[in-house]
């Protein structure tokens, strides 16, 4: 068996002897020197097809794929009026998000006996070419033409073309079943107290919130579970006694696991809301959450302001703390394989397995702050009477612990429901006009 990332051609490939053919002058010193002492050819750091393309997708390129998403969520909610000035809320949402996807990779070793002879899906012996077995023609002399141009190769020996059963023996899905779910809980009080300082009654509103999320991926078949088949050869187990071998069996697709997390989130919080006379609005908001285990907890507070001196001008602004952990579908020991460009190997792309942190990944943390103003001109004059208004803002933040690949240990990020967790602000005068 050749390193994964090179191949051996033996002489008796019927693509073997067309290539020597259509490479060197029939009768010249140099046909007569490759065709009596070559025995077999390497391709290294090659591909399976390429200019002819992949008959498996209509030669319109060497690999093909599919992703399927089906997501759904329910919502249901309840308001109870304690008093005049004194109520309570219950809702509760409930998420689920299933994927599949995959994409199509060559078997190392399926290649490998394909190139001698050995290959297919009903191969039974040990002769080459016999038994049901059937041999690849990695040359350019298998492909009709040059799909996206159409243009007809003249190096094509019908003859030699490659068996559509033998391609998709060897091509074989690479990915994964996911499901994620997400049920959401929170429980909310909220109502007015009898102090007025010339504007409405002081508001207020506190509750807490519990959320759970469910996180389960499969990997699509056995060739592509790292449990079961670790090593380059199908099957085999012994290159786990050699650090970094364990590379599975496609010659470009990592491989995946098993992974089965869960994730429960607990959060209380409060906010007030303090309207001074006619023109002065504050409101001030604090949040505590608990992620457990590595990501930890956090308290968030947040103020704002809203203050409108005339009718045509309105300052406002805001100042608080945001915080988001790692959802539990980010903290998998799972893996995704990207293509990177490795200074090491002269820039050029090769494939990485960008891994999960399931031991340390904080949070990510931010300070954000804004100020502006709301300039409203003096209108048009005309059937309607239309109010032209400038809003000039001013916002900044600055973010810490940023969710991203870092180091030797990478991030998988793939849940979609990673918005920033800040304070409830439902009267934020700062996002008003």
């Not at 909310?188 to 300082?197: A, H, P, V």
């Not at 990485?352 to 003096?378: H, R």
């Amino acid at each position: 068996m050749m390193p994964s990332n090179c191949w051996s051609v033996p002489r008796s490939n019927p693509g073997f002897q067309a290539f020597i053919n259509q490479s060197f002058a029939p009768g010249s010193a140099t046909f007569n020197t490759v065709n009596t002492l070559a025995d077999n050819a390497l391709i290294v750091l090659g591909r399976p097809f390429g200019l002819g393309g992949n008959p498996a997708t209509d030669r319109l390129g060497s690999q093909f794929g599919r992703a399927e998403d089906d997501a759904w969520r329910v919502s249901t909610g309840l308001d109870i009026d304690l008093s005049k000035t004194f109520r309570a809320s219950v809702y509760g949402t409930y998420l689920r998000h299933f994927r599949e996807a995959f994409v199509t990779d060559a078997v190392g070793s399926r290649l490998q006996n394909a190139l001698n002879g050995l290959g297919g899906p009903n191969c039974t012996g040990t002769t080459p070419g016999a038994g049901g077995c059937q041999f690849f023609n990695p040359f350019i002399n298998v492909a009709p033409n040059h799909p996206p141009s159409g243009n007809a190769n003249p190096a094509f020996v019908p003859a030699n073309v490659n068996p559509a059963g033998l391609v998709d023996f060897i091509y074989r899905p690479n990915g994964t079943r996911q499901r994620e779910e997400n049920a959401i809980l929170d429980v909310i009080f909220s109502g007015e107290t009898g102090i007025d300082f010339g504007g409405d009654p002081i508001a207020y509103a506190f509750g807490g919130q519990v959320r759970n999320s469910n996180f389960v991926s499969r990997p699509l078949d056995d060739l592509n579970n790292r449990d079961v088949n670790p090593c380059p050869i199908e099957g085999d187990r012994s290159c786990l006694s050699r650090v970094g071998a364990d590379i599975g069996p496609f010659i470009f697709l990592g491989q995946s696991t098993p992974v089965n997390l869960s994730q429960t989130i607990y959060a209380v919080f409060a906010e007030v809301n303090v309207p001074i006379g006619e023109t002065i609005e504050l409101n001030g908001a604090v949040r505590y959450e608990d992620y457990g285990g590595s990501v930890g907890s956090t308290v968030n507070p947040k103020g704002s302001f809203r203050f409108t001196p005339t009718d045509w001008l309105t300052f406002r602004g805001s100042a608080g703390t945001t915080f988001r952990g790692p959802q539990a579908s980010q903290v998998s020991p799972d893996s995704v394989t990207s293509l990177a460009g490795i200074q090491a190997a002269a820039n050029n792309f090769k494939s990485v397995d960008i891994f999960g942190n399931p031991t340390d990944l904080g949070p990510e943390t931010a300070f954000t702050y804004n100020i502006g103003a709301v300039v409203k001109t003096s209108g048009i004059s005309g059937r309607e009477r239309l109010t032209p208004t400038t809003t000039i803002i001013a916002p900044a933040t600055s973010t810490r612990g940023r969710i991203t690949p870092s180091g030797s240990t990478l991030l998988r990020a793939t849940s979609t429901n990673m918005a920033p967790m800040t304070a409830p602000t439902p009267n934020d005068p700062s996002s008003r006009p």
